[in-house]
């Protein structure tokens, strides 16, 4: 088909052609690239799909922070509305009470210990099931179950082998070594040890799934050409595997720092409300129920909540701001303009 010897195709960008003649197309007014808003049905479909979940959150999260904040000013046995006004005296008591500073240091510990031990062993282990070997399936199964289990068969379940005439004991005595035995459930030296085997073992599980999963993003081209290059296969883990594996690594250490400072079922359900005190084990979730609920003292438990909840909040912050803000920023996209 020819062209019309009338139309221009030689017009520069920006301009239109009107016979033998060009003028330049006027440019779009200032603010029309701003986004238009949104019609009434995508704000209604927005409540509908929003509205449920956010409804549940603030009922049972932000509603009972807040009650917990407010009835942290009073003295208050629970009975009745809260009338006898104290101020910052329950928090003032609780960073002055040594138990309560103790019960903080033994979740640090536990922080602590939670990340060297299980990070590591979680690693080994799904760089292992991560190769092609007999019986793979059947073992990851094997390593997740204890993090299916409730808390409370897992406590029981140990406090009956760990205890002083329990089923370790016994084993050591049969095997002519009983000058092993421990009382490892009451002494203050052994018990907190007692408590981070039990931690590791429940939750190991968790941290090797995640790692898996990570590993499954590390390409297998790299390795390859890494075998090709000459790279034994741990240098091509610490120096290909690893860092891609970084991602998942800080998710896993956030999810246990978190954990880590929520402990409470396993402490209450071996040890008790008395004897985590005395044999070294208690924290800060445990120390709340005892001086609170227990004690019949909620506005002094409630402020126990409002400390724990502000620590947890802090160290999420202050994780988020420095370890993960490179993994949020490069799974955030922008909209379009």
């Known amino acids: 088909m020819s062209t019309p010897e009338h139309v221009n195709l030689d ?4 301009r239109t052609a009107t016979g033998d003649g060009a003028r330049q197309a006027p440019s779009p007014a200032p603010g029309t690239n701003r986004r238009r808003p949104l019609p009434w049905r995508r704000w209604l479909e927005i409540l ?33 509305p809260p009338t006898e006004f104290v101020g910052l005296r329950n928090y003032q008591l609780i960073l002055t009470d040594t138990a309560f500073l103790e ?40 390593i997740f179950v204890p993090y299916v289990l409730s808390e409370v068969i897992v406590a029981i379940g140990f406090s009956l082998m760990l205890h002083s005439a329990g089923a370790v004991n016994d084993v050591l005595d049969r095997a002519g070594l009983g000058g092993l035995r421990q009382d490892w459930l009451a002494d203050p030296d052994v018990a907190i040890w007692s408590l981070m085997l039990i931690l ?7 941290a090797v799934i995640l790692m898996l999963a990570g590993l499954q993003g590390v390409p297998d081209e790299l390795r390859e050409a890494a ?18 594996l ?44 005892a001086n609170g ?3 019949g003292a909620y506005g002094y438990g409630s402020a126990v909540a409002v400390v724990i909840f502000l620590i947890s909040l802090v160290v999420a912050l202050v994780y988020q701001r420095y370890l993960l803000r490179r993994d949020t920023e490069g799974a955030l996209t922008g909209g379009a303009a």
């Open 11 to 14: 017009v520069p960008a920006g």
């Open 48 to 80: 509908l799909l929003a509205g449920p979940g956010t409804a549940v959150f603030v009922t049972f999260v932000i509603l009972p922070v807040l009650m917990a904040g407010y009835y942290g000013f009073f003295r208050w046995s629970g009975y009745g």
């Open 103 to 142: 019960a903080l240091w033994h979740n640090g510990f536990i922080l602590v210990m939670s990340l060297v031990l299980q990070g590591p062993v979680a690693i080994a282990i799904a760089l292992l099931l991560n190769r092609r070997m007999r019986g793979r399936s059947l073992i990851r199964v094997l």
């Open 200 to 206: 590791v073992w429940k939750y190991i599980g968790f």
């Open 227 to 244: 075998a090709i290059d000459g790279a034994s296969y741990w240098k091509t883990q610490w120096y290909i595997t690893l860092p891609l």
């Open 246 to 289: 970084g991602p998942t690594i800080r998710i896993w250490a956030f999810l246990s720092i978190i954990g880590s400072l929520q402990v409470f079922d396993l402490v209450y359900v071996i040890w008790g409300q008395y004897v985590a005190d005395t044999a070294g084990t208690s924290t800060m979730a445990t120390y709340m129920v």
């Open 293 to 295: 609920r227990i004690s």
